[in-house]
């Protein structure tokens, strides 16, 4: 009895399941309601009619018809829309009994009031499809209380948030997040994802953006960005929110941040402060974090320099922090924007002051490959550096009538900074004697002014398609800085033994001055419905100024004798007249630009010291074209060519030898020309909504013609003179490609799993002469990378989980001394997971791993493994109180470490930074928002 029912209800549970896994079809053809035409590329979804989520999608095909297969048992919506015609609705069930559905035709009715990008109508739908843009509905996906922009991203399926905050969109870069189609505190995306609450999200928006030009003119310049657009709800727009960080740690470290947000109908009012030692140099915790525990890489230039960083180099003179020594940081900033006379007139202000002290003890091993032989240097060294950066910008935009706009855009910037270091370096020649040393110490304190101010007119004429535009842009820059030089270098013989003595003693003063004038004018001809041409001219003044003097002492104390030999005062005026046509056809699916400038430049140069003076002349042809087809909204295929020029700095103009390291003197080179650089580039993205499936190629190889290189002098006791050459029989290539394959598998309880391939590499050139031998030898450099990672994150309502590895191959090999190369196989990898648990505790942790191999350059390898944890408990309904323990580097292995090469020279360099570390910290979270509509 018992085996008969346990094999009826075997039976029971067999047929159940059989019949829940029935799959339909769904067809039908869409057709204008008035005239019976065949609507091509109708948007049909299905969606569950329980929470209107996304189950299908599709569009009709060139006949009208569509077809969706591999739907199952239940209740669903049918949506089905095309641009400026009502939707159509229908509610439908599935089972046994009907087994597909065959709406035949769907007669769609035209609506000629309504927008043309409005397709879908249902508030409740989590995906629209809108042209070009997908727009996510915010409140068809759970959040926890307190989630930021960047918890609700992780969510929406196709965008990928990685553990330094970088999204990646449908298999492409976004670099720029607005906040209701304005930027909010600039263009860093991390201030609105990490800071701005989910809660106060009504929909996600993503899109290319175009430039301006592009926008205005409506003929496609191939520059756009991958966008995401935040529109708020309309009852957060008015209130305020805000929060309170303060953090203390073992070893002294802390951390303060307080932000404030006034929200107010079309104004945005902001506020924001951090104080801390522990890396953190902006809003947020996590992007602090990132910066102090580094970031593992290998970069590739166009010069021929490649670099492989742990930690990172530190960008003190930007006032970032980038895990190279321990830093001390104090930032604030503001933003406002606001609209009024009905959206015609609006503006846009930030100002952000950031004061950051960074101490720093390194040890470099560099290796310089010479014709003859090679110079190993071990160096130690010491700095003390501060700088305080003030910025402010200002955009305003006036529509001043139905067909002409303004667009001002003013930023100014003041910078003091105050540097002290000191160096204690040894050189070795090739079999392990004593070659030279140095002792050494410099100061400096400097200052430096920024002023840029811009105008973009628009004026649209009465041919539609016909406009001009006028841009006009002046930028200043005036940088001085004084300081002291003091350099005891001793030089050695073969068998180790004193040969000379040099010191340097000396004053430093150095004022550099920049003015950069220049005005374009754009007229856009339509020639046909298709066909566009696109003409310009330009003008530009280009006057640069360096003045570099380096006093003696008469008397102690006393710095007033001029070293001609290290002082010069250089001008240098450059006049450009630029003119060009483009050519651009578009097509529903086709783009094709194409045309090319010509640019007239004269230099005239003028060394004041010695009343010198350089004047030549050049005529540059800066081709350009580009194709793109649009298979659909999600894929996209695109081809561009690119010619441009590359200027000498006044610094590579400048004929003086600086002598701030005695031991490696830059000397300026006035007869050196510029380079003309050619670039290819093409890329492959598609995205298909349903499986979330995203691929993407992008790859770019360039050229250049009388490439700008280096060319370096080195002496029998190690002493190096170098300058900037063209390079006339030889030419440098570069080329990269990034790749990448993700989609959701639905086995692994829909986790995204994704492959990624990059590749980079060139061939590049320098001059080297030892005067041992003699002899000029061109150095060949070819440098390749390549990094293949594997990726998988899943992001559920309680939990997270996220991982990237992959080995990595990186080499350098030069035709000087092959058999010194730096190359090898290494590996890398990150991750990190989080869960809730009851009683509002959150639990995450993350890691990063890296491995550098020993190569016939370096005799030692490198590998570390870096783990951070954190334990937060919420306090209230919605958490608005929390309290987070947190362990920075909990295995205590976190070291500063960078293997980098340029031209002939190889160095690994080992440095202080921030290792383990427990803090307690206390986060208030405050709101009120709410209020009605905004004020229209």
């Known amino acids: 009895m018992k085996r008969t029912l346990l094999c009826l209800c075997f039976l029971v549970f067999v047929t159940s399941y059989l019949k829940a896994q029935i799959v339909h079809q769904i067809k039908g053809r869409t057709i204008d309601t008035a005239s019976t035409t065949l609507l091509s590329g109708s948007t049909i979804a299905v969606l569950n009619a329980k929470d209107s989520t996304l189950v299908k999608f599709t ?34 069930t599935l089972d046994s009994t009907k087994k597909d559905i065959d709406y035949g035709k769907i007669n769609l009715t035209g609506m000629a009031k309504l927008l043309a990008d409005v397709i879908i109508k249902g508030e409740k739908a989590a995906i629209k499809i809108k042209g070009d843009t997908t727009e996510f509905n915010a409140s068809s996906y759970s959040i926890q209380p307190n989630d930021k922009v960047e918890d609700l991203l992780k969510k929406l399926p196709g965008i990928q948030v990685d553990k330094d905050g970088k999204i990646t969109a449908q298999g492409k870069t976004v670099p720029k997040v607005l906040v209701d189609g304005e930027e909010f505190f600039g263009d860093d995306p991390t201030l609105v994802t990490k800071n701005l609450r989910a809660d106060m999200v009504d929909k996600v928006q993503l899109y290319e953006k175009s430039s301006d030009q592009a926008a205005f003119t409506g003929v496609d310049d191939g520059q756009k960005t991958q966008t995401i657009n935040i529109k708020l709800k309309e009852d957060k727009k ?66 021929g320099s490649m670099w492989f960083s742990y930690g990172g180099g530190d960008d003190l003179e930007n006032g970032n922090y980038y895990g190279e020594g321990i830093p001390q940081a104090l930032t604030g900033g503001a933003h406002y924007d606001n609209k009024w006379n009905s959206d015609k007139e609006s503006i846009n202000t930030n100002y952000k002051l950031g004061a950051l002290g960074i101490k720093t003890t390194k040890n470099t091993l560099s290796q310089n490959n010479l014709p003859d032989g090679i110079i190993n240097t071990n160096t130690d060294e010491t700095s003390d550096r501060n700088v305080f950066r003030q910025k402010i910008d200002a955009v305003y935009t006036i529509t001043l009538d139905t067909t002409s706009n303004l667009k001002v855009s003013v930023d100014g ?19 392990n004697s004593k070659l030279n040393e140095n002792r050494q110490s410099n100061s400096n304190n400097g200052k430096e002014q920024n002023f840029n101010i811009s105008a973009f007119y628009t004026k649209k004429l009465k041919k539609v ?179 441009s020029t590359n200027q000498p700095t006044v610094n590579q103009l400048q004929p003086v030898r600086v002598n701030d390291n005695p031991l490696y003197q830059p000397l300026g080179n006035p007869d050196l020309a510029p380079s003309f650089n050619s670039r290819f580039n093409a890329s492959y993205n598609a995205y298909k909504v349903l499986s979330q499936q995203s691929i993407y190629i992008n790859g770019s190889f360039s050229f250049v013609n009388k490439a700008i290189v280096s060319s370096t002098e080195t002496d029998a006791l190690g002493k190096t003179i170098a300058k900037s050459v063209n390079l006339s029989d030889k ?89 010194r190369a730096n190359k090898g196989w290494g590996m890398q990898g990150w991750g990190g997971f989080g869960f809730t648990l009851p009683k509002k505790i959150k639990i995450r942790t993350d ?90």
Request: charged fraction near 20%.
């Open 413 to 431: 910037m003041l910078k003091n900074s105050d540097n002290t270091s000191s160096l204690n370096s040894i050189g070795l020649r090739g079999d």
């Open 731 to 819: 030419t440098p290539i570069n080329y990269n490609v990034y790749s990448g394959f993700s989609r959701k598998v639905k086995f692994l309880f829909d986790t995204n799993v994704g492959f990624n391939f990059n590749a980079s590499g060139n061939t590049n050139y320098s001059y080297v002469k030892s005067q041992l031998s003699d002899v000029v030898e061109l150095n060949q450099i070819v440098s390749t990378s390549f990094t293949p990672s594997l990726q998988i994150n899943r992001y559920k309502d309680k939990s997270e989980i996220y991982l990237s590895f992959g080995p990595s191959y990186n080499a350098q090999v030069a035709s000087l001394q092959k058999d």
């Open 847 to 936: 890691g990063e791993y890296t491995y550098t191999p020993k190569s016939p350059a370096f005799d030692t390898s490198f590998e570390q493994v870096i783990i951070n944890a954190s334990v937060t408990k919420g306090f209230f309904k919605n958490e608005d109180l929390k309290l987070t323990i947190r362990g920075n580097d909990l295995f205590n292995q976190n070291r500063g470490f960078r293997r980098s090469s340029y031209s002939n020279m190889i160095t690994q360099t080992s440095y202080n930074n921030i290792s383990r570390y427990f803090m307690f910290s206390l986060v208030w979270d405050f709101n009120k928002m709410g209020g009605g509509a905004p004020q229209k």
């Open 59 to 92: 569009r009709s095909a060139e006949n009208g018809s569509f077809e969706i297969n591999g739907v199952k048992n239940g209740k669903f919506i049918l949506l089905v829309s095309y641009p400026k015609y009502a939707d159509f609705v229908d509610h439908f």
């Open 465 to 643: 398609g016909r406009n001009y535009s006028v841009n006009i842009s002046q930028n200043l820059n005036d940088i001085n800085s004084d300081g002291f030089l003091n350099s005891v270098v001793e030089y050695y013989d073969e068998s180790s033994s004193p040969l000379r003595k040099e010191v340097t003693d000396q004053l430093k003063k150095n004022n550099t001055q920049n003015s950069i004038f220049s005005t374009n004018i754009t007229y856009n001809e339509p020639l046909t419905k298709s066909l566009a041409l696109v003409l310009n001219y330009g003008f530009g003044i280009n006057e640069s100024r360096s003045d570099r003097k380096s006093f003696n002492q008469s008397t102690p104390g006393n710095y007033d004798i001029l070293d001609k030999e290290f002082s010069n005062d250089f001008k240098a005026s450059q006049y450009i007249n630029q003119g060009g046509a483009v050519f651009n056809y578009k097509k529903p699916k086709t783009t094709i630009s194409f045309g090319s400038k010509v640019s007239a430049v004269k230099f005239d140069q003028l060394e004041q010291l010695s009343n010198q003076s350089y004047n030549r002349s050049f005529i540059n042809w800066l081709p350009q074209a580009s194709y793109m087809y649009k298979f659909s909204a999600q894929k996209a295929f695109r081809f561009s060519y690119n010619g």
């Open 238 to 303: 008015s209130g305020y929110f805000g929060k309170i960080d303060a953090g203390y740690g073992t070893k002294d470290f802390y951390q303060g941040q307080a932000l404030f947000n006034r929200f107010k109908a079309k104004q945005k009012f902001s506020v924001y402060g951090t104080a801390a030692n522990n890396g953190t140099t902006g809003l947020s915790w996590e992007d602090g974090n990132k910066l102090g525990a580094g970031n593992n890489n290998m970069q590739m230039g166009d010069d």
